[in-house]
């Protein structure tokens, strides 16, 4: 079995694009919603979508190359240790779901930044700055336009984070390019 570090390091090499582009897929849905209906269907699209986030994660992974199914892979601890931040980032929802009942608009804004928390543990893992970047910019800036767009929460929140996620996918991508060099 390969060390510590050698299996961070090949965890570190692997692309990342399908669980971004899922998410980016399912958070650009939630704000589609929110231009075309009314909030009580869009609190359920993001529920729902943002939940099928993983699966759609698991689906799109075949296009991208890194077939998370792939029985024939080694094992590795930061596979776990991902699938563990990704439980948190469900966990979350103890959170999300008590405010949304007293306020249905704090939904894009609890699920917004308690789910771009997992990109933090990522950034640990993978050392670089991309994933403290996803999280600190989507954190401040759902804040920020929570408070300023209080009637438009439903779109612009989804759609800033849409484009969160588009930059993260160029930073990404070009960190591979880099490590080809």
């Not at 776990?80 to 007293?102: D, E, H």
Request: proline content about 4%; hydrophobic content about 55%.
């Amino acid at each position: 079995m390969a060390s510590l570090e050698q299996q961070r390091i090949e965890f570190a090499n692997r692309k990342f694009l399908a669980t971004p582009l899922s998410g980016l897929i399912a958070w650009f849905l939630v704000g589609l919603s929110g231009l075309l209906f009314p909030d009580r269907i869009t609190v359920w699209i993001l529920f729902i979508a943002t939940g099928s986030i993983v699966y759609l994660a698991l689906f799109v992974s075949k296009f991208t190359g890194e077939n998370f199914l792939d029985k024939t892979k080694p094992k590795n601890v930061f596979d776990g240790l991902f699938l563990y931040t990704v439980a948190q980032a469900v966990l979350v929802y103890a959170i999300a779901i008590p405010f949304f009942l007293k306020d249905y608009t704090s939904l894009p804004l609890t699920v917004g930044v308690l789910t771009g928390t997992m990109w933090l543990p990522f950034s640990w893992i993978i050392k670089h700055w991309v994933g403290i970047f996803h999280s600190l910019t989507r954190t401040i800036l759902i804040v920020l336009l929570w408070y300023l767009f209080p009637e438009q929460r439903f779109v612009v929140i989804p759609f800033t984070i849409v484009v969160i996620y588009i930059i993260t996918l160029i930073f990404l991508t070009k960190r591979n390019k880099q490590e080809l060099l």
